[in-house]
């Protein structure tokens, strides 16, 4: 039985460019939105190191205070710079 070469090969014809466009634009928006929520969530876990770190300065705890406080000012910086 003799069949078309492009479908022995699995070949599918090329997306119209307005398919082409809207796959495209809508993985933009999903990959904005997971930055979006990656920045946010550096930015809380920032928030949430700093106030640890003043309650371990408190506690005269100052080796986790100096590891909690890089650890604020990395997630913070990688937050920002997201």
């Keep these: 039985m003799r ?9 599918e014809p090329e997306e119209v460019t307005e398919e082409r466009q809207r796959r495209i634009w ?18 809380w876990l920032s928030g949430v190191a700093f106030a640890l770190c003043i309650i371990a300065g408190c506690a005269h705890a100052v ?3 100096a590891v909690l406080g890089g650890v604020s000012v990395t997630t913070f910086l990688t937050g920002a710079f997201l």
Excluded: D, F, H, P
């Design 63 to 65: 080796e986790s205070a």
């Design 3 to 11: 069949t078309n070469l492009a479908e022995r090969l699995g070949y």
């Design 26 to 43: 809508e993985a933009y928006q999903q990959r904005k939105a997971m930055r979006r929520l990656a920045r946010m969530v550096c930015i």
